[in-house]
């Protein structure tokens, strides 16, 4: 697929699971900055359209080959699952579902993706964790274990690829997104929630989505490697 450059500075972003939640998000911010945005969905049929804007319906739990534009300045996944239970309540295939989902559906996509992404001048890939994995909050076993393969793969690939293409992750604290539904149902869950964050809010997709556009952007031309963590401060803050 051919996607031709409108200047210099357009770059051509590809979004796994851009239907709902961060990754809509994201893609309305780099429409807005002029980009054009290859976008997949898988269950929910996407009702946003724009001239720079490609939809491609594609499941990463099933077998079936994602075509790529030719060249790729930045790859984004975004498929992920919240499942909150006592460790006890879990069985190995839940372990195995969602491994599947959020970290081999991830390193799929970077393989596809890595022979587009290698004929830009400067690469970005940008996956997800949760501030679960550093921190260790309860209940918390099933997407920390994924999540934490996910930044030992976000620092693995950052060393092999570098120079050319930067890998980084973002690890957000609970965020209004479709995922967090049950746990933000109500006024008072979103209060009850967003109190236990020193800024006294919980997450908004814009908020993680702007911290995936930057690392995306020629301003985050020197960082690679690393786990961001836009939280809330709940990570690092007590107050």
Not at 107 to 123: C, E, F, M, R
Request: proline letters at 5%; aromatic letters at 8%; glycine letters at 6%.
């Amino acid at each position: 697929m051919q996607i031709c450059y409108k200047n210099m500075e357009t770059k051509i972003i590809a979004i796994i699971g851009a239907s709902k939640g961060i990754g809509f998000a994201l893609a309305n911010q780099l429409l807005e900055a002029g980009h054009h945005v290859f976008a997949t969905y898988a269950n929910t049929s996407p009702t946003f359209t724009h001239p720079n804007l490609t939809w491609v319906h594609y499941n990463v739990l099933e077998p079936t080959a994602l075509q790529f534009p030719d060249i790729l300045d930045g790859l984004v996944y975004c498929p992920g699952t919240i499942s909150l239970k006592p460790f006890n309540r879990f069985g190995s295939a839940d372990f195995q579902a969602d491994y599947q989902l959020q970290v081999l559906g991830a390193i799929q996509s970077i393989q596809t993706a890595l022979p587009s992404l290698k004929k830009s001048a400067q690469a970005s890939v940008v996956l997800f964790s949760t501030v679960a994995v550093q921190q260790g909050l309860p209940f918390h076993s099933l997407v920390s274990a994924s999540k934490g393969a996910i930044e030992g793969l976000t620092r693995a690939l950052a060393a092999e690829f570098a120079p050319k293409i930067r890998v980084n992750a973002i690890a957000p604290s609970l965020t209004n997104t479709p995922l967090a539904e049950n746990l933000l149902n109500s006024d008072a869950k979103k209060e009850a929630n967003g109190a236990r964050h020193p800024l006294k809010r919980v997450g908004e997709p814009a908020d993680i989505a702007a911290m995936a556009a930057f690392l995306l952007s020629a301003n985050a031309s020197w960082i690679s490697g690393q786990i961001l963590h836009v939280d809330g401060g709940i990570s690092s803050l007590r107050v």
